[in-house]
């Protein structure tokens, strides 16, 4: 039975590959295909979104996701994680992940719960990438907003000794590590093909998802409107978010313990049911062996997400 599914699993990946390459474009096509895609799209896009049209270099996830609002969801996250991956390639990833996991789970888990096992299996290795994708955004943007005070400063000091603001920009970018570094870079080549620095900036606040650096954009945007001392207003923007960072430490330092416990109440009930087994595993063998023991068990994962839900919207505090 394993030997067939091993080759059931080979064949679908080799057909799958076979018609991917099949229905690609010919590489010696593709750099004439790219400028006249560019040339037809020059007059009706955005010079920062032309670079950003090709969803994926596979044809048919690229023509199921082009689109989308979850395409267009998902090329957001990507860029904010600070990824090169496209979105067809992004969902290929999370399709043979999931595959992956459900056809491993299913040779090797025998019995009635086999199917049941893998359907699970492979729902959550579907969502593996998503959730390292969360995270690989959530600590970019925290990466994002520990660097703003420096960046400010260096803009702010570059504008008063007699610097353009496009040239402040550039010697922070210049001084500073990734990824505002990466960002700052951008920035220049975006109004480098033509972008105004307004709209420029504001697709850097909107791809990194940093509220502190969607202040900063705001409160620039708002001066070059009306006019003033940049400088000093960065200056005072800077110590905005200084102390804006000074109180979420001081909150985190706080609720620590609490945080703390809420992570053991999380996984308590896991170490407990794996305690059980290993103790008395035939009186536990009946929760997935029995009907209403599986009931039971989607219930409790059910109640358990929920709770570990709860617990950790209330221990988060905004600022």
């Given at each position: ?315 988060r505090l905004e600022v």
């Amino acid at each position: 039975m394993g030997l067939e599914i091993i080759a059931a699993a080979f064949a679908f990946i080799a057909v799958t590959a076979l018609v991917l390459a099949i229905t690609a474009p010919a590489p010696g096509r593709r750099v004439e295909q790219r400028l006249a895609k560019l040339n037809h799209t020059a007059d009706r896009a955005p010079v920062g979104s032309v670079l950003r049209l090709d969803k994926g270099t596979f044809p048919i996830l690229r023509r199921i996701v082009t689109g989308t609002a979850w395409s267009d969801r998902a090329s957001r996250d990507l860029d904010r994680a600070g990824l090169t991956l496209k979105v067809s390639e992004y969902l290929m990833l999370r399709i043979l992940v999931g595959a992956g996991a459900g056809v491993f789970v299913f040779m090797i888990v025998s019995g009635s719960v086999a199917l049941f096992a893998a359907i699970a299996a492979g729902v959550i290795g579907f969502m593996i990438p998503a959730w390292f994708l969360s995270y690989r955004r959530t600590r970019r943007q925290s990466a994002i907003t520990g660097q703003l005070v420096e960046t400010l400063t260096l803009i702010s000091n570059a504008l008063r000794s007699g610097f353009a603001f496009t040239q402040a920009i550039e010697l922070a970018a210049k001084q500073m590590e990734p990824p505002i570094e990466e960002e700052l870079n951008r920035v220049i080549r975006d109004t480098s093909l033509g972008m105004p620095m307004d709209d420029a900036l504001q697709e850097m606040a909107d791809r990194s998802g940093s509220y502190d650096l969607d202040m900063i954009v705001a409160t620039i945007l708002i001066q070059r409107t009306t006019g003033g001392n940049l400088s000093e207003i960065l200056d005072n923007v800077a110590e905005t978010v200084r102390e804006r960072e000074r109180l979420q430490k001081e909150i985190r330092a706080l609720t620590a313990s609490q945080r703390f416990t809420g992570t053991i109440l999380s996984f308590y009930p896991l170490l407990l049911a794996a305690l059980l087994f290993v103790i008395q595993p035939d009186l536990m063998s009946v929760l997935w062996e029995n009907e209403v023991g599986r009931v039971l068990l989607v219930i409790a994962g059910v109640l358990m997400g929920l709770g570990i839900f709860t617990m950790r919207r209330i221990l988060r505090l905004e600022v």
